[in-house]
Nanobody
Framework: QVQLVESGGGLVQAGGSLRLSCAAS????????MAWFRQAPGKEREFVAL????????SYADSAKGRFTISRNNAKNTVYLQMNSLKPEDTAVYYC????????????WGQGTQVTVSS
């Protein structure tokens, strides 16, 4: 069973930056593809970014391309989301999630961290 704990959220002005972290425990971290999702008030949860188990491949939602960077440190069992040039529409609760490389669904989720971008 994998436990995920996000941190690094907060309040930032538009144009600013934040780095989210997600610490994993209870599993073999390097076996899992890791992703970030977000959910804004009144909206469905949406995909933000994905990184493969080795870190060799990443993918991003169009809204994140060019501004966000996902990375991981398997020695520290941690995945990161560097967010630059933040916009008010990035305001949401951000969740990290884990899945085995051979699966499509994410069975493991963190509790989320709030990101608020003021205009």
């Amino acid at each position: 069973q994998v436990q995920l704990v996000e941190s690094g959220g907060g309040l930032v002005q538009a144009g600013g930056s934040l780095r989210l972290s997600c610490a994993a425990s209870g599993g073999t971290f390097s076996s899992y593809a890791m992703a970030w999702f977000r959910q804004a008030p009144g909206k469905e949860r949406e995909f933000v970014a994905l990184i493969t188990w080795s870190g060799s491949s990443t993918s991003y939602a169009d809204s994140a391309k060019g501004r966000f960077t996902i990375s991981r440190n398997n020695a520290k069992n941690t995945v990161y989301l560097q967010m630059n040039s933040l916009k008010p529409e990035d305001t949401a609760v951000y969740y990290c999630a884990a899945r085995l490389a051979t699966r499509r669904e994410y069975p493991y989720w963190g509790q989320g961290t709030q990101v608020t971008v003021s205009s």
